[in-house]
């Protein structure tokens, strides 16, 4: 069965972004480190040309492409976060290391590439059965940059903010 690797572009950074995603999560670990076995039009031999890695199990590449591409929010990972205390850490430690908060729980790392940083409850407030709770939620999202569960249950409740 074919498998889907997602291979992120990188100027010269490979090696130490998947450093430090491998740090943010568990089941997380960098599996081959290819380096240039001679000089090329953008490196010199010994340089590292590609990073393998899994994240959460999930198998990646990392390639140094020698200038700098840009990412863009049409492609984003997301973090499922059991609880506010994942939210909090994982938030922290990619501002912690250059990152850019965004709004409604986005956050862009110091490369450049985007993340979602979401509780596993939202699904419950925004598509619960109480209509006009899920718009609450909503608009409360909408008016947050790191994602709070306890301010999205407040609103889907009707209950005012703390």
């Known amino acids: 069965m074919s498998k889907i690797t997602p291979c992120l572009w990188f ?37 590292v040309i590609v990073v393998e890695f899994a994240l959460a199990g999930q198998r990646f590449m990392a390639l140094n492409g020698g200038i700098r591409m840009e990412y863009t929010n049409a492609v984003s990972f997301v973090i499922d976060c059991a609880d506010q205390p994942e939210v909090d850490r994982l938030w922290d430690a990619i501002l912690a290391h250059g990152g850019k908060a965004e709004q409604c729980g986005w956050i862009r790392d110091r490369y ?10 939202l699904p419950k407030y925004l598509g619960g059965p109480d209509k006009a709770g899920a718009q609450r939620a909503m608009q409360a999202m909408l008016g947050m940059v790191k994602l709070d569960i306890e301010g999205l249950k407040r609103a889907y409740e009707g209950k005012p903010a703390a």
């Open 112 to 121: 450049g590439l985007a993340w979602q940083i979401v509780p596993s409850a």
């Open 11 to 47: 100027g010269s950074e490979a090696e130490e972004a998947a450093n430090f995603y491998v740090s943010l999560l568990p089941d997380s670990r960098i599996e081959n480190v290819q380096r240039s076995p001679a000089d090329y039009p953008h490196g010199r031999s010994g340089q």
